[in-house]
């Protein structure tokens, strides 16, 4: 991929509008590993692709400033991409005129990320693991 950018894509996730009835629905269907798991979100190991369940209510942070759609009205994911350095990329995005939708932000989770979208709308999020977590 142009300008340092990998093309590796590490985790899906996809904004479900009701969390229990979607974690039921993959754990009967694909009977994947669950990596980590809440009131709120379920990670799911894919092979080498963590696919996460998240309740669209806890969508907004991850992609503002643009609005979360309704399941009705389209698509619905943010794509993540890990890095190794997050500041690095942002800085290399922004050479070639990619504008930053927000970040980089250090997340309670253990990661540090920043968002950006493609032409069309689409979410992309860039994460490096924080050190210590």
């Known amino acids: 991929m ?19 009835s979607s974690k039921a629905f993959y754990a009967r269907v694909f ?4 990596v980590w798991e809440d009131a709120v979100s379920s990670v799911l190991r894919f092979g ?5 369940l998240l309740d669209v ?3 907004p942070p991850l992609v503002e400033p643009l609005p979360v759609g309704k399941s009705s009205a389209g698509a619905r994911v943010l794509l993540t991409i ?6 690095q990329v942002c800085s290399a995005l922004r050479e ?5 939708l ?17 032409p069309s709308g689409h979410a992309w999020e860039i994460a490096q693991v924080i050190k210590g977590r």
């Open 57 to 59: 209510s806890q969508a």
């Open 96 to 100: 070639i005129g990619v504008d930053l």
């Open 82 to 87: 890990r890095v190794r350095d997050v500041d």
């Open 48 to 52: 080498g692709l963590l696919i996460n």
């Open 2 to 20: 142009a300008n340092g950018l990998p093309n590796e894509v590490e985790v899906i996730t996809l904004f479900v509008d009701e969390i229990a």
């Open 31 to 34: 009977a994947p590993e669950v």
């Open 102 to 118: 927000n970040g980089p932000i250090d997340r309670p989770w253990g990661r540090r990320t920043a968002s950006f979208a493609d």
